[in-house]
């Protein structure tokens, strides 16, 4: 399924805080706690770009440079 | 811990304490409440000068929330055996200028409606409150949240509780609402709180904490190089030690600099006699 | 009634405002530079070590109260006002943010200007993500050369050259465009930590140098005739004014040279809001002055410098050159709004040994290029650009330098020893990434919030998209593989429960982007593109003398030129396209006309 240009970016990803996803065309095809899980995911093919979502920020001030 | 320490006060919680009865004002005018509190209030660590100035008055919080900061502070950054900490250092009093102050009353927020709760993460501040604001707002839901949960205010828990209540904050467990909203949750409220305690333990001693910059001499910083003619030049490609680390100085006051030409406001751009003017360029 | 008319017209005087305005004077020019802020000087910074107000309480920077900018992640939400500083802190003033930036100063690779051709001739057209709209400059960095040059010579940067024309040169960056000439100024040694970089880079096959920095270390006298002291290493330089002159600053460099001819007039407190024009000229420039009166700027020329918020801001409001539609993919004015793609570093804590943390200067670093642009082979990563690479010993200052390893409580006691251990014990290496443009980011005017003024605010759409986040977790595996290879015994954090008497620890390995765009932990100043410049008028705002294709007056100064962002700060560049500019304007007020 090619997904509406419009909607192509906006992928929710806030749903994945802390794990790792796998992306294809713009949209998350498998998530998992940590990458070796993601790598030997079954819905993961080659090809496929797989990076971890960060936590968010817990607050609204931020120390450290 | 507070100022005029009645039981009643502190299980009552801010809405519900007595006006001052005239005896305790009487007993004020006479700067006993004064005096005495002030070294409650600062504790025994801080008396390495001989004659220590008296507390400043307070700016913004109620003697009943300058107990809570002060508690809540020390937990964050304890008096003990190893160093003072908030409660010595004047953390409540620095929270209490900052929230007083411009920064407190949110002059460099843009606060223009309207408001709505952000759908998704990475919107920061959303609500119509300013630093000040969320404080005086969020203490007595805490007070609550503590009294429910372990039995007491937080000023008169165990320091075990005490850490555990501000744990419970800073993982969003304690449901506190501001104003019958969500919005603002617990865990924003403590990054706030927590950053506002580690600039009050390390900031110079101008704002009111870091007294007799204790927070300095304990990380290791040794404050304005400045002051010392920035030296650091000397030291930085060498792996030499640098030997004021553990003598931290402040910022200098204006009165004690020499050469400030008197009369000067504005800066005055240098423009040395001999710059050309032409466009060519050459070598350095 | 309008002012007396100026040959030029210059709203803002930062970097770009300032150069523009010491080589049109020194060229004859009358011109008028408004400012929004107030003036200063160094006379401003002779106590400004005081971390709480500068780098906490953001006391130099834009105060959003007035006026800030709104952000949507994606055309679906509604944007929401920045209410507060944190991502990024514009500065105000005379001077603008050249006052209180780190002074790190980059030259663009020579691929970052043909960056969609030179994708596509390597890796092919599917290299290039849908909704990815990366172009070319319109420019190439051999163009540009000379007035990088001219930049860094008025600058003093120090650095050693790693390209001199055509020749890699031991000792600087194999990977840069080639330069005409040597650094004006040499670099200073390498910090301890520095030196444990170097050589665990130069270990690992990659190329080490110092990066170029415009934090004078030995005094300079720049072909103006100005004369600068060197650097203290003070520890206050980002987001701080440099009391000696020895960070690179418009207020010690060419404003007073532009004021020396007695041809430049700052209006301060001038906040420009509309350009008056009739479609194809500017004839003035509208602002409120310092009572909040309207007044009138009339200029031959008109030069926008005034970041890329309110350049883009100024063009929209006053209906000049054509709104970009991201949806109908027509129009120019707000296309291709980017950031820097900032995450991938690595960190260390260790147990024993420690530096002279405090100590620094803003751009003291050593860097590697080696996995910036297309410095490496991309085949198979599934993202394309990257960024630099470097350790900096910038000066730690206790309330933002405080750090622990994963596992040691948020407070208390044990977080108490923590912070006295490692303060001066922390490492970082950093990654400083490529942000490619999409369709979708684009700034354009919100319909809901407004200034002080009453003008419209700009609106930001902008996201992390999945070649970001595919590089950032690549750069982290770099970051983490050199700093391993600086302190070998050490630990991975978090792996066993913290002790502490417990041995190196270092945390790294593939870097994260959060979900989305977040605007409160800050990350970089470093906001680019909304007036790109192009070969085309059909996809760019500007030529490659920064001149409107809509309007020949008109010329559009800065970041905002930028049709994507590089894996580099920006203000070398920046600094390159305002001489560019100038000269291009000096032309334009001789014979008029189109110069491209």
Redesign the interface.
Known sequence: MTPD??????Q??????GRWVA?R??LVVAHADD?ETLRNHPDVRP???????????T??????? | MAEESRPEAQSAGPFLERPLSRRALLSRAAGLAGAAAGSALLGEGGAEGAAEPPPPPLRFFTPWEFAYVTAMAE????T?D?GP?ARVAGVAYYIDGQLAGS?GQ???????G?F?Q?????????IPMTPAEVYRAFLPGFDVYCKTTYGNPFTVLSPAQQ?QA?TDL?TGAAPIQIGGSTAFTSASFFSLF?QNV??GM???PA?GGNRDMV??K?????G???RRG????K???T?K??PYESKPLP??P?AA?QGVTSG?A???????A??????????? | MANKKADVVIVGMGWVGGIIAA?LT??GLEVVGLERGS??????W??D????RYA???ELFQ???NE?WT?R??????A???????SFLPGTGLGGAGVHWNGQTWRFHPRDFTIRTSTIERYGASAIP??MSIQDWGITYDELEPYY??FE?MA?IAGKAGNLQGKTVPGGNPFEGPRSREY??PP?????MEALFREAATSLGYHPFYAPTANLPRP????????RG??????FCERFGC???AKADP??TV???A???GRLKIIEHANAYAIRNDGKTAQSVLYFDAAGVTQEQPADVVVLGAYVFNNVRLLLVSKLGRPYDP?ANTGVVGKNYCYQTG?GGATAWLSEKQF?R???SGANQVAIDDFNADNFDHTGL??IGGGSISLG??G????????VPPGVP????DW??A??KY??SVVSIGFQGESPA???HFLDLDP???DRYGQPLIRITF?W???E??M??FAGQKTLQIMQAMFPKAAKAGAAPYSPTGPDLIQGG?????????????QSTHNTGGAIMGADPGTSVVNSYLQMWDAPNVFVVGACNFPQNAGFNPTGTVGALAYRAAEGILKYHKSGGMLV
């Open positions: 240009p419009k909607t192509l970016l906006a929710e990803l806030d749903d994945y805080d992306m065309d713009g990458e090809g496929d770009l797989r990076f971890p979502i960060g936590e968010p920020a607050g609204f001030y931020m120390l450290g440079v | 937990t964050i950054w304890p003990d190893l900490g920064w949110g002059h460099r927020m843009y606060l223009d309207p709505f952000p759908a998704d993460s990475g919107h920061g501040w959303q850490a501000l800073s927590r580690i600039e390390l900031s110079d704002y927070g300095w304990w990380v290791g910083f040794p304005d190089p400045m920035d030296p650091y030049e030291y930085i490609f792996t030690p640098y910022l200098q204006a600099k000067a504005r800066p005055s751009f240098h423009v040395p001999n710059a050309s003017t032409n466009t060519t360029s050459g070598g350095a | 080589e020194k060229a003036a200063r000087g160094v006379g401003n002779a106590d070590h005081d971390e709480l906490i309480r953001y105060n959003v109260a800030t952000l992640h994606n055309l679906q939400e509604n929401l006002p920045i209410r507060q500083l944190g849908d909704g040059d001219k010579y003093g004006p100024v200073p040694p390498d910090t301890e300079y006298k720049n072909p103006d005739g100005i004369e060197p650097c203290t290493y003070c520890g009391e000696v002159g207020t010690v404003i007073p040279v004021l020396k001819t949806v995450g002279n405090y100590m620094g599934g993202f010993q910038s730690a200052r206790p309330i933002q330098g405080l750090s948020a407070f208390g006691r108490k020893v912070i006295r303060f001066k999409y369709r979708y809901n919030y407004r996201d998209e999945p070649n986040r595919a950032v977790a593939p870097g994260s982007l959060p979900a989305h765009y977040d605007t409160v932990p800050y």
